[in-house]
């Protein structure tokens, strides 16, 4: 018998709830780099190939970026999210020859600057449209869900006791949204839903009669 399906759904989320996830997320992410001292940066983390300095450096550089496309809101000139792919990924590769203080002092600065960054947007502003660095077409409205997103789901991924089941629900409830209709026609579960993000985006579960998906994000 075929397993139902999950399809296109939609999950109402404004700007403000984006907003308020990013900065929990980003405090949460802060305080579990702490924990670094204690377990190791150059432990693997939940990502393959990936140690949990790959994901520290990651999410740093990700705010760099994203003040990029909040100067473009602002300024009304293009500027991408990262000249190119591999511009991303050098600049990941810096990060892992850091000392943990100083990647603390980046992820810290790093947020910092993205919050004042949009924090001095307009409406107008806001509604501006930018490119993601998947290509994407997206208001300005949305970097704040970009933001929560990789803060949220890589503080899971640096493996030092946070959970999906640490997230607030309606983040997940969005995140779920959001994987489900860019995944497409996937398989639907019963599961609790810190459980069903968990296969969604491709981490470690405990559906056994799940198929497998690829990490995401």
Same mark, same amino acid.
């Given at each position: 018998?075929?397993?139902?399906?999950?399809?296109?759904?939609?999950?109402?989320?404004?700007?403000?709830?984006?907003?308020?996830?990013?900065?929990?997320?980003?405090?949460?992410?802060?305080?579990?780099?702490?924990?670094?001292?204690?377990?190791?940066?150059?432990?693997?983390?939940?990502?393959?190939?990936?140690?949990?300095?790959?994901?520290?450096?990651?999410?740093?550089?990700?705010?760099?970026?994203?003040?990029?496309?909040?100067?473009?809101?602002k300024?009304?000139?293009?500027t991408?999210?990262?000249?190119?792919?591999?511009?991303?990924?050098?600049?990941?590769?810096?990060?892992?020859?850091?000392?943990?203080?100083?990647?603390?002092?980046?992820?810290?600065?790093?947020?910092?600057?993205?919050?004042?960054a949009?924090?001095?947007?307009?409406?107008?502003?806001?509604?501006?449209?930018?490119?993601?660095?998947?290509?994407?077409?997206?208001?300005?409205? +949305?970097?704040?869900?970009?933001?929560?997103?990789?803060?949220?789901?890589?503080?899971?991924d640096?493996?030092?006791g946070?959970?999906?089941?640490?997230?607030?629900?309606?983040?997940?409830?969005?995140?779920?949204?959001?994987?489900?209709?860019?995944?497409?026609?996937?398989?639907?579960i019963?599961?609790?839903?810190? +459980?069903?993000?968990?296969?969604?985006?491709?981490?470690?579960?405990?559906?056994?009669?799940?198929?497998?998906?690829?990490?995401?994000?």
């Amino acid at each position: 018998m075929s397993q139902p399906r999950c399809h296109r759904v939609m999950m109402p989320r404004t700007r403000d709830d984006s907003l308020r996830w990013a900065a929990e997320g980003t405090t949460q992410f802060i305080e579990a780099i702490r924990a670094l001292d204690r377990l190791g940066h150059d432990a693997p983390s939940l990502l393959p190939r990936w140690r949990r300095r790959h994901v520290v450096a990651h999410v740093a550089a990700n705010a760099d970026a994203l003040i990029n496309l909040v100067r473009w809101a602002k300024t009304g000139q293009v500027t991408p999210m990262y000249a190119s792919l591999q511009e991303r990924d050098a600049g990941i590769e810096r990060g892992t020859s850091m000392s943990l203080t100083h990647l603390r002092t980046w992820v810290q600065n790093s947020a910092e600057a993205l919050g004042a960054a949009w924090d001095g947007l307009d409406e107008r502003q806001w509604s501006t449209d930018v490119v993601t660095a998947q290509g994407r077409t997206v208001p300005a409205s +949305e970097i704040p869900w970009l933001r929560a997103r990789e803060v949220c789901v890589h503080l899971v991924d640096l493996d030092v006791g946070y959970g999906f089941a640490d997230l607030p629900e309606d983040f997940l409830q969005a995140l779920r949204a959001d994987v489900v209709n860019k995944r497409g026609d996937v398989p639907d579960i019963v599961a609790p839903l810190p +459980e069903q993000l968990a296969w969604l985006t491709g981490r470690p579960h405990d559906q056994a009669d799940a198929p497998e998906l690829s990490p995401w994000l």
